[in-house]
């Protein structure tokens, strides 16, 4: 007899519960807000506004509550120039202007924001727990008290990074995000991989053979353990190309997967947010134990000073201890192609410093945890412990 293997649909496995007053409920109950981003342009901002940029951030992040998720999501995909030709008042040479640019390709940049309140449990939940593979059980901790503190700390974080004057938040309504019987919406436009207002909901293949959206076969590259990190990061980088002696051109730090990054792409960045307390008495604990066991294993005694050096930083400086990851989903029609691209985008994380980890076993799970409100969803073990302005470091902070 031969085994019949029946493709699951998206509805039986999808996470997502409803959208209520603009924000994203998951069949965890797990709470969702989501914003449009608006990021100053490229090579209009200094070394000082990056720092400035950066400060804003962290300050935001801090006013969240335990058991939080920021998942900053940047879209570039490539479309061709559509010149507005057909207005009355144009002149020859706007005309002209606009002619030139007729159909020329460039990479279109979209950024949203999506802040989730998730609960301890569902915080180390690893990959083989991700609701692609299993049922629904909520925590006790859900409860409405926790939402309305959440949502308030929510209300702050906007106005802390608005009030910054480079970054603009605005809040996605209901139908931005579900879609009307017009327009697609985000959760839509997600599953299609394309922000183009006709998508259609293609199948899927989450198999061992990759990952394929439709005709769309997508690779990624994760950065998920401290060992893939440069030595040092910063809010910026020069960019060689166009500086010189006495000027200097200054791109964020991760400018390299992001509009430098010519194909077409999604770069996610999250940062957990857990209890840094109990982090730390963890951290505490771990070391002791290394240093008993030192004298068995001099990786022990090695082990034993990295989580020395991190929980002295950590006290020292009153840092917050997180958790982060980061990747970039790239994709393409045609399996030659995307070799180029995979090589692409791993020279772009090597010159961040970065070692580039082309992932394949987790790949169908983090793409289902990028879904929009859905980050809770996200296995843990695919992230790494460090600070919260580190971390921010790898947020891509210009568009073009």
């Known amino acids: ?55 804003a951030w962290a300050k935001a992040i801090k006013v969240l509550p335990d058991y939080s998720i920021i998942h900053k999501q940047d879209w570039f995909v490539k479309e061709t120039c559509k010149p ?31 802040l989730t309140k998730t609960t301890k ?7 083989n727990f991700s609701s692609l593979c299993r049922g629904n059980i909520i925590s006790k901790e859900v409860n409405r008290d926790t939402a309305t503190r959440f949502l308030e700390a929510v209300g702050q974080f906007e106005r802390i990074v608005n009030d910054s004057g480079f970054i603009t938040l605005t809040r996605l309504t209901s139908d931005e995000i579900t879609g009307t019987e017009n327009e697609p919406g985000l959760v839509e436009k997600y599953f299609a991989l394309s922000l183009d207002d006709t998508t259609c909901l293609e199948d899927m ?31 910026d980088m020069r960019y060689e190309k166009l500086s010189t002696d006495r000027s200097d051109c200054r791109l964020s ?30 951290f505490e604990k771990s070391a002791r134990n290394m240093q008993s066991l030192s004298r ?34 790239a994709w393409s029609n045609d399996t030659e192609q995307l070799k180029h691209i995979r090589n692409d985008v791993g020279s772009q994380l090597a010159l961040m410093e970065c070692k580039p980890r082309h992932n394949t076993v987790d790949a169908a799970t983090l793409y289902w945890a990028a ?30």
């Open 1 to 55: 007899m031969r085994n019949v293997m029946k493709a699951a649909t998206i509805e039986s496995k999808f996470p997502l519960l409803a959208v209520e007053h603009d924000c994203i409920i998951s069949k965890d109950a797990d709470i969702t807000v989501a914003f449009r981003v608006n990021l100053p342009e490229l090579f209009t901002v200094t070394n000082v506004e990056y720092e400035a940029i950066h400060s």
């Open 84 to 114: 507005e030709t057909d207005k009355e008042d144009m002149s020859f040479l706007s005309r002209s202007f606009e002619r030139h640019f007729n159909e020329r390709p460039y990479l279109n940049h979209s950024c949203f924001l999506f």
């Open 121 to 127: 449990e569902r915080m180390r939940m690893q990959s």
């Open 205 to 235: 293949e989450l198999g061992a053979d990759g990952l394929r959206i439709g005709d769309k076969k997508v690779c990624l590259h994760t950065i998920s353990d401290v060992e893939d990190l440069p030595g040092t990061v910063g809010t």
């Open 253 to 282: 730090f991760a400018a390299p997967v992001g509009l430098l990054l010519s194909c077409d792409h999604v770069y996610n960045q999250y940062i957990f947010l857990d209890d840094s307390a109990e982090n730390l008495r963890k």
């Open 296 to 329: 068995y294993s001099r990786g022990n005694q090695i082990n034993k000073e990295w989580v020395d050096k991190y929980l002295n930083e950590a006290h020292s400086f009153g840092l917050t201890s997180v958790r982060a990851h980061f990747n970039v989903m």
């Open 371 to 400: 879904m929009p409100g859905n980050a809770a969803d996200f296995p843990s073990e695919e992230s790494f412990y460090t600070f919260v302005e580190p971390a921010l470091c790898f947020f891509t902070e210009e568009t073009n």
